[in-house]
């Protein structure tokens, strides 16, 4: 009884505390354009439309209030075509709750092993989207100071030692990082993060476009006509991105929730 | 439709599809034998194809570059090169390519055995925590590299992303003695070549070509010392050779001796009596030689301060009997007096500087460092692991000053412990006089937080005139 009184506590702060709240949690970012990666020197830029970012990912206790609210996304109801089997696996079967739940200690980290549907419906259920890659993309070039902080010496290489890391930065809490120009919070070197249209760069339906992008993807070739061939880092994103499908749960892929048309 | 169920991330189920009950469903099916480097998997004994399958894995790992330099390598398999995957012409090749959940990146495979868009690449693109499946036919002979090609792929490569498969010819390749595995690669980190700690890759040094590090299977000194590769005299080695770049082509040599037969660049043409090979990036060599004389025979990159200053450095080890008749180690030392040369004697003592005190000794004594020692033992007195022992801070040479002296004179070999570390190599007699002997071991003594101290020239005399 002692147990399940302390449970429902958690749970209240859990469903109370934080994520129905995320407005204030969001930045407002302005309309602007840019070139995106694939396409070459004097294309049209692209236009982003002004809209709202969450700061951070969405945490672990972000996403168990929503699991609390719609037990069928909990680890044990979802359906197979809507995430694999490693959906959720760091939460563990609280056995005075009966449910499943991430440890107190990681509440505040982000969650990962969620699969594109789940992201997705968790962002609907709040009135928002996942953002669009353009939308990502065009945010994550600011550095702390500046909203073109990839033309900065070095921004670059700052986001590829992510990639010689050889701790966790997955397991650590939100927000810790100083905030891009823009206020938001942990995009480059903690996870991976889903978008709305991760997949975009390989489906395109027509298959010599198709294989053109592929030779892009693939071979070191495809740098020669990109924006900026020495952008690895984006790369990286782009090929990460274009290996997803969209029930796949990976340890080290999380989310964030975008608005359009700002607050 | 193949295309589609394939993006589906459906491979099992585009495998299926794109060979209906053919033939290769008939042939006989083994499990492919993988080996780490330096060691080869065993000839293929069949004289018919076969289904062979092999399971290869992508992991990111840090291991250590040099002592105390680490760096976060991408491998197939745990190790750079990955593993090596021997098969024969025509066998069908069932790849299973998983990548481990810890990974941050999709990796895929792209095999030069391979014939078809990509070599593999666009089949085997894996995310993280996931398995593909594909099949390729081996239809020409030769040794080929195999490498990830998922963007950026220069940085997949220089990350350590490549390793060999061997297709034998149908009647195999004739038999040797001892066969190995070496891959040489270049990498960029952060710190320069030797500066301690996890040194992240560096992208404008990759792009530069501007190499920190250029090894053999992927780290310095795995091949000197203790992990030698081993023959014995008589015995006929064959190198599987191999270069993953990213960026520099290899001059593949062994010192001391002449490859007898050179498959070049991995194919079907044989040269003979060959120096060195030239090893393309993301291509190969076959070379074979008869350990004709015991001894340490070093093989380097002869672009040769990759060698000497970037570890593209590893070691043969003969043992056996020698053979005077074709090597007779040193004969004879003679003064050499020039014809129609006046002068009976050369004085040695009267062309070296004298030092007054220590501080000329020492001034005196680099010069001689830079000159006669420094190529090896590196210009900071650091050596290189496994192959120069250190001489900056080095117990070995503040224990003993007369031991030191008679190094210089007389040359060392045979192994040593320097600061915990063994050493098996070889150093030379140097020519050098009195004087600049005990210059150079004064400068030695007196740099690098070794003890302090002096030698002085009539040490060294009483220890030349000693033996």
Known sequence: MFHRCGTAVFAFTVLFGSGNTSFARMAEIPAGEFRPLYLVEGSPLVAVEAFSLDRVPVTNQDYLAFVLQHPEWQKDQVPAVFADSRYLQHWNKNAASDSWEPERAVLDFPVVNVSWFAANRYCRVLNKKLPSIAQWEYVARASEISPEGWREPGYQQRILNWYAHHGRPEKNPVGRSPANYWGIHDLHGMVWEWTVDFNSALVSGESRADSSIDKKLYCAAGSVNSVDPSDYAAFMRYAFRSSLSARYAMSNLGFRCAVSGGN | ?467
Not at chain 2, 258 to 284: H, M, R
Not at chain 2, 291 to 315: C, E, Q, W, Y
Not at chain 2, 348 to 367: C, I, K, W
Not at chain 2, 429 to 454: E, F, H, K, P, Q
Request: proline share 6%; charged share 15%; hydrophobic share 40%.
């Open chain 2, 1 to 467: 439709m193949n295309k589609f169920i394939c993006w589906a991330k459906l491979p099992l189920l585009c495998l299926v599809l794109a060979l209906p009950a053919s033939w290769a469903q008939t042939l006989p099916v083994e499990q492919a034998v993988l080996t780490s480097p330096p060691l080869v998997p065993p000839p293929v004994t069949r004289d018919h194809p076969a289904r062979v399958i092999v399971k290869m894995e992508a992991v990111e790992q840090v291991m250590e570059m040099t002592d105390g330099v680490e760096y976060m390598y991408w491998t197939f398999g745990g190790s750079v090169p990955g593993q090596f995957i021997r098969v024969r012409e025509n066998d069908v090749v069932e790849f299973h390519f998983s990548n481990h959940p810890s990974s941050r990146m999709p990796h895929n495979i792209d095999l030069h055995a391979v014939t078809g868009p990509g070599g593999g690449a666009t089949s085997s693109f894996t995310a993280p925590g996931h398995t593909s499946i594909f099949q390729f036919q081996v239809l020409n002979p030769g040794l080929y590299i195999y490498h990830c090609a998922t963007a950026p792929v220069g940085m997949h490569i220089a990350n350590g992303m490549y390793g060999l498969i061997l297709v034998e010819p149908e009647e195999g390749l004739p038999e040797v003695d001892r066969e190995y595995y070496v891959v040489q690669g270049d990498f960029y980190t952060q710190g320069e070549f030797g500066e301690l700690g996890l040194q992240p890759f560096d992208m404008e040094k990759a792009i530069n070509e501007d190499a920190d590090y250029v090894v053999f299977n992927g780290s310095v000194g795995s091949m000197v010392g203790d992990n030698a590769l081993a023959a014995n005299v008589g015995e006929t080695v064959r190198l599987y050779v191999g270069n993953g770049g990213p960026n520099l082509v290899s001059s593949f040599h062994v010192i001391g001796e002449i490859f007898d037969k050179v498959y070049i660049e991995g194919g079907t043409s044989i040269n003979e009596n060959v120096q060195t090979t030239l090893v393309p990036a993301g291509g190969s060599a076959i070379v074979e030689f008869k350990m004709d004389v015991p001894g340490t025979f070093i093989m380097v990159d002869h672009s040769i301060f990759r060698a000497f200053n970037k570890g593209a450095l590893g070691m043969i080890k003969a043992d056996g009997p020698e053979q005077p008749v074709i090597y007779s180690g040193k004969q004879a030392d003679t003064v050499y007096l020039p014809e129609g040369s006046a002068i009976q004697e050369i004085i040695v003592e009267a062309e070296s500087v004298v030092a007054n005190n220590l501080e000329e000794q020492v001034q005196f004594g680099q010069r001689v460092y830079e000159v006669n020692c420094a190529a090896c033992h590196q210009a900071d007195g650091q050596g290189l692991r496994g192959a120069f022992p250190p001489l900056a801070g080095s117990d070995y040479l503040n224990a003993d000053h007369d031991r030191a002296i008679k190094v210089i004179l007389k040359g060392l070999s045979g192994p040593i412990t320097v600061n915990g570390q063994e050493y098996n190599g070889v150093m030379p007699a140097m020519r050098l006089s009195d004087n600049d002997i005990a210059n150079v071991l004064t400068y030695l003594l007196n740099s690098w937080s070794n003890d302090g101290g002096a030698v002085s020239p009539e040490q060294v005399a009483a220890l030349r005139e000693g033996h």
